[in-house]
């Protein structure tokens, strides 16, 4: 079984109670629901520019 850590994370209510009803009609834990959605999510935020590339792209040039 993979290590468990405690992690307190923010969100809007609208995204909670959503999380919450998806988790009761899947029958499943809010904890379990947040790690599927990370995995499915994970691939697609990675190839989306970061803040440093943004930063770059905004530096004038000399």
Known sequence: MAA???????FSEE???QTKQEAL???RSLS???EVAWK???QK???MP???EFVEDAEPST
């Open 4 to 10: 468990k850590k405690k992690m307190t994370l923010y």
């Open 15 to 17: 995204i909670v109670n």
């Open 25 to 27: 009609r899947q029958d």
């Open 32 to 34: 379990w629901i947040m």
């Open 40 to 42: 499915i999510a994970h």
């Open 45 to 47: 935020l990675e190839s």
């Open 50 to 52: 970061g803040v440093d």
